[in-house]
């Protein structure tokens, strides 16, 4: 605990501890752990003299921030207007079915994670997911398996 | 940079630039290879690598320039690597072709020939400007991505960059500069169109200590990618637009607001924030003429509404990014209560050209009422999904049959969606209408960022309206009723038409809450969030009264309202549905025709796509005819 409060402590000075660098910071520890554990939410509370609540009401505002924790395999499915066009509530529904999880969930073991954008850019291989780093073109759901097969 | 001197005056620059210049040769031979968001999903990232690695191993390194570019437009093609001076292009390229292209192209100059876009004669055509997706575009603003590595500003310089900089901040007033861009008629390309001179002189116009220059590239908009091509490819452009308007309006700082799904333009702008820093072109007293300038980079944790004005500046102040009413407009009181000025990152590259072209250059393209060019992400069931840009003006016919090549698969066109969550459909009878702010907005839709949503005759037109409902009812900032409450009432209401339990009146109902929105929202957001209901509603009428009425879905989309059967006249018994099928849902033997137990089926669609488009035995048929046909078959049954 004392080591992740101290990478906090590194993200803060990085951005100074004035209010506005709030979300600034929240985002670099959402990058560096994956997701807002309670207890640093506080330890960031004390450190800029901010209200919990205040870090609250911006951590469920903004779609990045996540208070649950992450899979170590993230699977994003692209809902964005052109995939939808070419079917992208049913590569959803296919990834949804081969992980066991709906999307925003994530699984027991902390394994995968799944969750939807609403545009990767990449319109063209459409309807898309992001499979951790690796693209996926509509891909079938013997495909998605082979995909989370392979993930350790 | 290699060595960095830093600048004190405009003869320093205008040394540099010399230097520069005179240390290039135009005919020397480089290597683009497209990193767009497009072509590095189709790794284009290892095509470059091999690159590196081919030419070393060749021992060209010292003849051929490298580098890896912003987006070149043509995604569907991708990776895209052009091949300059000569502006060979390559399509599909993949990393197993890159050493024949050094070995033919690069070495003995003969073009590979299986790697060019064939034209519809089936003859290759080698030159990139002649291939039809880029022929009839008109790149102004887009058109340096292949010929500039966005972490060279040699490159951008050597393309005439910051010179529009140098020229406003020695040789014109700021009131000439405003006039200028007044005069070109330049505005917004986010979405509204308002003319970008008018707010920057109403910016520059109250008496403050302080004023902010903002460049908002939280592009939201699902489907629409252009600020990320140019901010990508090209983060100088936007930078040297910025700094153009902080002179005039007199702002000493400038912030980007990039959303944080975009590590890459955050890298480059950032890269070149430090380029420019050092070498003096921004910060105190730029080259000696006492204007100073910083810019500050801040990442959007993703909210859709952030990207209003008043809620973009609340998010940069560290709080939650909801709009406010703005009886004062943030020109007057912005960021921190200052005068600030927003404008959207592709306005923001248009700047420069403005000032260095002149406005009667930049009139001299588009229409009466929309002046210059606009970069659409054309995208959805057309051939050649990519970036485009066109001069204002064009019809959608040009756009989505000459440049975008027609409907994939040779299907139907049915509409094309445009603005995004706040605009509409258009419909194939106005494929004609030619692209500015004012036709589109007449016809029930906006130009919106750009977004270029192209959609076959098996979409679901209210299918579409729900899925915008969706968007925004996840991305509503919840602040005032008509919004909040508006969206979800719609979005209950085309719930209800797409699982086939919709009322007779609820076509009025809609009107009713849709009046009401445009009415009594607070912002943009919730005014323009039933337009897509409306437009389709429309174009669109006999759809929508199919699913009230006759509880079936002609799109073929609405999951509750249809079926899938097999005829059987047409199958062939080649099995491939069944192979598909993930719940075994269809049964039959070899080379005889197969048959669907829809009481299994999960309609995953899957069969659909599998039967050969030769074939076409797989069809959908109304839910409600497979209740009936049952209930015949027990009934017989019975009997």
Redesign the interface.
């Known amino acids: 605990m004392l080591g992740r409060l101290a990478a906090v402590d590194k993200i803060i000075e990085a951005h100074g501890s004035d209010r506005e660098g709030l979300i600034q910071i929240l985002l670099d520890i959402q990058r560096e752990f994956r997701w807002l554990p309670k207890e640093i939410l506080e330890h960031v509370s004390k450190r800029l003299d901010v209200p919990i609540n205040y870090i609250y009401n911006l951590t469920t505002f903004y779609a990045h921030f996540s208070l649950v924790p992450k899979g170590r395999h993230s699977m994003h499915v692209c809902m964005g207007t052109a995939c939808h066009v070419r079917g992208a509530e049913r590569l959803l529904d296919r990834t949804s079915q081969v992980l066991g999880i709906k999307p925003g969930q994530t699984s027991r073991d902390e394994k995968f994670s799944l969750d939807t954008v609403n545009c990767l850019g990449a319109c063209a291989l459409g309807p898309v997911m992001i499979a951790d780093d690796e693209y996926l073109s509509n891909p079938t759901l013997e495909d998605i398996r082979r995909k989370a097969d392979s993930c350790e | 940079m290699s060595e960095i001197i830093k600048l004190s005056s405009p003869s320093d620059f205008e040394s540099l630039r010399e230097k520069i210049i005179k240390g290039r040769d135009p005919n020397r031979t480089a290597v683009a290879v497209c990193s767009?968001?497009?072509c590095l999903?189709?790794a284009s990232g290892k095509v470059f690598k091999r690159f590196e690695e081919a030419l070393s191993a060749a021992g060209l390194e010292g003849e051929v320039t490298l580098a890896q570019t912003g987006c070149h437009g043509f995604?569907?093609r991708?990776p895209s690597v052009v091949i300059l001076p000569d502006e060979i292009c390559y399509l599909r390229v993949s990393p197993e072709d890159v050493n024949e292209i050094v070995e033919t192209t690069l070495k003995n100059g003969a073009v590979v020939e299986r790697l060019l876009y064939k034209g519809e004669d089936g003859l290759p055509i080698q030159k990139e400007s002649d291939i039809p997706f880029y022929k009839y575009q008109q790149k102004v603003v887009f058109g340096d991505n292949k010929r500039i590595d966005p972490r060279s500003i040699e490159d951008y310089i050597a393309r005439g960059g910051y010179t529009a900089l140098v020229k406003a901040i020695t040789t014109m007033t700021p009131e000439a500069v405003i006039a200028e861009v007044k005069d070109s008629g330049l505005r917004g390309r986010g979405g509204g169109g308002f003319p970008a001179g008018a707010k920057w002189e109403a910016t520059a116009k109250p008496p403050a200590d302080t004023r902010y220059v903002i460049v908002n590239a939280d592009e939201?908009?699902?489907?629409?990618?252009m600020d990320?091509g140019i901010l990508e490819g090209n983060p100088h452009s936007v930078i040297e637009g910025l700094m153009i308007g902080g002179y005039a309006i007199g702002a000493n700082e400038g912030y980007i607001y990039v959303r944080?799904?975009y590590p890459l333009a955050i890298d480059n702008v950032l890269y070149a924030l430090d380029v420019l820093r050092e070498l003096g072109l921004l910060g105190e007293n730029i080259l000696g003429t006492g204007f100073s300038f910083d810019i500050i980079v801040?990442?959007?944790?993703?909210?859709?509404v952030s990207g209003e004005s008043s809620a973009l500046m609340s998010?940069?102040?560290?709080?939650?990014?909801?709009p406010r009413p703005k009886y004062i407009r943030t020109s007057i009181s912005g960021l921190r209560g200052k005068p600030s000025c927003l404008n959207n990152v592709e306005t923001w590259a248009n700047v420069p050209l403005i000032i260095n072209k002149g406005a009667n250059w930049f009139k001299s393209i588009g229409t009466e009422g929309s002046k210059g060019t606009k970069i659409f992400?054309l995208?959805?069931?057309v051939k050649n999904?990519?970036l485009v840009e066109v001069p204002m003006g064009m019809t959608l016919r040009q756009i989505i049959f000459d440049i975008g090549g027609g409907i994939r698969d040779d299907k139907e066109f049915k509409a094309v969606?445009t603005g995004?969550p706040s605009g509409g459909v258009i419909p194939e009878e106005m494929l004609d209408l030619h692209v500015d702010y004012d036709e589109l907005y007449s016809a029930g839709s906006m130009m919106g960022s750009g977004?270029m949503?192209?959609?076959?005759k098996d979409?679901c037109m209210v299918n579409?309206a729900k899925?915008?409902l969706e968007?925004l009812s996840d991305e509503s900032?919840g602040k005032c009723v008509p919004c909040r409450d508006g969206i979800d009432q719609l979005l209950e209401v085309l719930r209800r038409m797409t699982a086939g339990t919709a009322r007779p009146d609820d076509l009025d109902l809609i009107e009713d809450i849709s009046v009401m929105m445009k009415e009594c929202a607070l912002c943009g957001l919730g005014q323009s969030a039933p337009n897509p209901v409306l437009s389709s509603i429309k174009y669109f009428k006999d759809e929508y009264v199919a699913h009230i009425n006759d509880k079936s879905c002609p799109g073929g989309v609405c999951k509750a309202l249809i079926a899938y059967t097999i005829d059987v006249e047409k199958c062939i018994g080649c099995g491939k549905c069944m192979k598909?099928c993930?719940v075994n849902a269809i049964s039959g033997d070899k080379k005889k025709p197969h048959k669907v137990n829809n009481a299994l089926c999960v309609k995953?669609?899957?069969c659909y796509q599998e039967c050969p488009s030769k074939v076409q035995a797989v069809t959908k048929i109304r839910q409600a005819d497979v209740i009936t046909a049952f209930a015949t078959s027990e009934e017989a049954a019975n009997e």
């Open positions: 767009g968001p497009g999903a189709y995604c569907e991708g939201g908009d699902p489907g629409a990618y990320r944080q799904e801040h990442k959007g944790a993703g909210a859709f998010a940069i102040e560290g709080r939650v990014g909801e992400s995208v959805g069931n999904t990519g969606q995004g977004g949503i192209v959609m076959d979409t579409v899925y915008f968007f900032c598909v993930p995953c669609d899957s």
